[in-house]
């Protein structure tokens, strides 16, 4: 089946940079985006969502970038601190249905 | 709005045994998720719920595994004649109805097979 990808599987910053997580996907169907953030022992947590209406979506120091011709979506933190150290999960939504297919991860570790 | 809650957070069980989990998802939320988990993977579809109705099964749900939403609210998931490859974290999500909603976690239910 089509799964979400992700290029790199650890990133390391220094706090306070700028992170950005990539994820590419191969469902052209996919029309509903999420990022998810989950830390040791505890469930993902939703973080921002963007649909495949849009190319831009900013929250709390988070933008989601969606560029549908190549199939890529980012994420980007700005002034990266300790408490976003976590595991990072892009997960994809086909048209019409309500199952979310979600990549593997990358591991975001943040460093004093 | 107290969140999806789990129970229990740890199983620990032979081979062969039943097991069965609890999800109560927020409350105004009519949809519910079941997902498995494994160590360094993203979480795997099971099954979703729109109010007591299951809508959708995985292939990964076989025979052994059933899922339960009597009244609409909190859903059950009973995992029968336990294999060693059940072991794995498994998690429960919400949503309100509509598309494009985000699903919101709980924090699993992390199940280990003696």
């Known amino acids: 089946g089509e799964n979400v990808g992700l290029h790199l599987p650890t990133l390391s910053v220094q706090e306070g940079d700028n992170s950005i997580i990539n994820c590419a996907y191969s469902?052209?169907?996919?029309?509903?985006f999420i990022w998810y953030k989950q830390e040791s022992g505890k469930g993902p947590q939703f973080i921002i969502d963007?649909?495949?209406?849009?190319d831009k979506r900013q929250g709390q120091r988070v933008t989601v970038l969606l560029n549908k011709t190549v199939k890529h979506l980012s994420l980007q933190i700005a002034a990266t601190q300790p408490g976003d150290s976590a595991v990072y999960f892009c997960?994809?939504?086909?048209?019409?249905?309500?199952?979310?297919?979600f990549g593997t991860g990358t591991r975001l570790k943040v460093l004093a | 709005d107290t969140g999806v809650s789990q129970n229990p957070r740890h199983k620990i069980t032979k081979r062969g045994q039943n097991v069965t989990f609890r999800c109560d998802p927020i409350?105004?939320?009519?949809?519910l998720y079941w997902y498995r988990q494994t160590l360094g993977q993203g979480p795997e579809f099971l099954t979703y719920?729109?109010?007591?109705?299951?809508?959708?099964k995985s292939r990964l749900l076989s025979d052994r595994f059933s899922a339960e939403r009597p009244k609409g609210s909190f859903s059950t998931l009973e995992i029968q004649r336990t294999e060693q490859g059940d072991s794995a974290m498994y998690l429960c999500?919400?949503?309100?109805?509509?598309?494009?909603?985000?699903?919101?976690f709980g924090d699993g239910t992390r199940l280990s097979i003696l």
């Open positions: 999500a919400s949503s309100l109805a509509g598309l494009d909603q985000p699903q919101h």
């Open positions: 469902n052209s169907a996919s029309d509903y």
């Open positions: 963007i649909r495949s209406n849009m």
């Open positions: 997960a994809e939504k086909e048209s019409g249905t309500y199952k979310y297919i």
């Open positions: 409350s105004e939320h009519n949809r």
């Open positions: 719920f729109q109010n007591e109705a299951q809508l959708e």
